[in-house]
Nanobody, 119 residues
Framework: QVQLVESGGGLVQPGGSLRLSCAASGSISSINAMAWYRQAPGKQRELVAVTSNGGSTNYADSVKGRFTISRGNAKNTVNLQMNSLKPEDTAVYYC?????????????WGQGTQVTVSS
């Protein structure tokens, strides 16, 4: 079993910044990728940013140039630096981990952290 815990969410004014962090623990073997998703009220969950074990990154068009995903210095951590936040960024942000375990791929989700962008 793998557990993911997000932190860093909160209330921020438009144009402000937040840094989200995710720490994974448990029976972690070989990580393929870590990602951030978000789900706004009444909307489907969407991919925000992903980083592979090889170092490649990809971002949703809506956050390009504003958000940066990176692996943390501590093992099994990932961060999301969010700048120039907009009201439409308001959502619950979820950390996601994809890994290889013995003979199968596994995918895990954190509980989510609320980000609210409002005046």
């Amino acid at each position: 079993q793998v557990q993911l815990v997000e932190s860093g969410g909160g209330l921020v004014q438009p144009g402000g910044s937040l840094r989200l962090s995710c720490a994974a623990s448990g029976s972690i073997s070989s990580i393929n990728a870590m990602a951030w998703y978000r789900q706004a009220p009444g909307k489907q969950r969407e991919l925000v940013a992903v980083t592979s074990n090889g170092g490649s990154t990809n971002y949703a068009d809506s956050v390009k140039g504003r958000f940066t995903i990176s692996r943390g210095n501590a093992k099994n951590t990932v961060n999301l630096q969010m700048n120039s936040l907009k009201p439409e960024d308001t959502a619950v942000y979820y950390c996601n981990l994809d890994m290889w375990d013995r003979s199968r791929w596994l995918n895990y989700w954190g509980q989510g952290t609320q980000v609210t962008v409002s005046s």
